[in-house]
């Protein structure tokens, strides 16, 4: 787990709020003050301030008299999420995989249900064996703990009643009141670090973050004999989130201006 203390606000969700502040804007035909924007996106005004110059300095948005506007001159365009399944693709998972020395997942909870939808292809690091279903074995791996954290308890609880957390090894947290032990005593936005509970011989890290509504992983995994690079490895997995979910959740285009809405 990263040893710098928690900020409040993780990257992940300085990002969602840039982009819900994009779409207002884009929403608004281009233009708009900082109170507009911050209405739109229910953000306290503060925030919209501080996110705001974040994406001036970047060249996303520039500072005019009427407030802020879009800095692309033919407008930015910022889509709709595409489907959770859509995001990562193929050669994204396998070039993270390279950059961070280990294998690279990418899974979401939808329909009730725990889904892998990318998994690298590095012949250097290849992903953990699945002896026993990944999506009915979240309590045992970093990402399926990565994505009960983030469900309510009436949805955590409705999953663990569907898939009771047995034990995989003799280090898997087994059990209802231990997981939820496990889960409740996790910081906000920080990785889960998992030491051999789903297989003996790998170690993983998984750090949450949200896909439009739904909740999503990024996870790593390792042999165990590198298991004292997890720490690092997981936090360099937190620090390329937040531009994998920028990129992957928006671009610049050219777009037919639109009049703003009353």
Not at 96 to 118: D, K, M, N, P
Not at 207 to 232: F, N, W
Request: charged share 20%.
């Amino acid at each position: 787990m990263p040893d710098r203390p928690p900020t409040g606000q993780t990257l992940i969700q300085s990002v969602q709020r840039a982009v819900h502040l994009l779409r207002a804007l884009n929403h608004r035909g281009g233009s708009a003050s900082a109170k507009q924007l911050a209405r739109d996106t229910d953000l306290p005004l503060p925030t919209a301030y501080h996110l705001l110059r974040t994406l001036c300095h970047e060249g996303l948005v520039s500072k005019d008299r009427h407030g802020y506007a879009l800095a692309d001159p033919a407008g930015l365009a910022v889509p709709q999420p595409a489907a959770p399944e859509g995001l990562p693709t193929q050669e994204w998972a396998d070039a993270l995989s390279v950059e961070l020395g280990a294998a690279v997942y990418f899974v979401i909870y939808r329909e009730g249900e725990i889904r892998v939808t990318a998994v690298s292809r590095n012949p250097d690091c290849p992903p953990v064996t699945e002896w026993a279903e990944f999506g009915l074995t979240g309590h045992a791996h970093a990402a399926g703990q990565a994505l009960l954290a983030q469900l309510g308890d009436e949805e955590r609880a409705d999953h663990l009643d569907r898939h009771p957390a047995t034990p995989l090894t003799r280090h898997t947290v087994a059990g209802r009141t231990a997981i939820e032990r496990r889960l409740a005593s996790q910081r906000r936005g920080q990785p889960l670090l998992e030491y051999e509970e789903y297989a003996l011989g790998s170690v993983c890290a998984a750090v949450p973050i949200t896909v439009g509504s739904s909740a999503a992983a990024l996870a790593v995994s390792l042999p165990s004999s590198r298991t004292a690079d997890l720490k690092r490895v997981a936090r360099r997995l937190q620090n390329r989130a937040e531009s994998v979910l920028l990129d992957r959740t928006f671009a610049i285009v050219p777009r037919a201006p639109h009049p703003p809405e009353p």
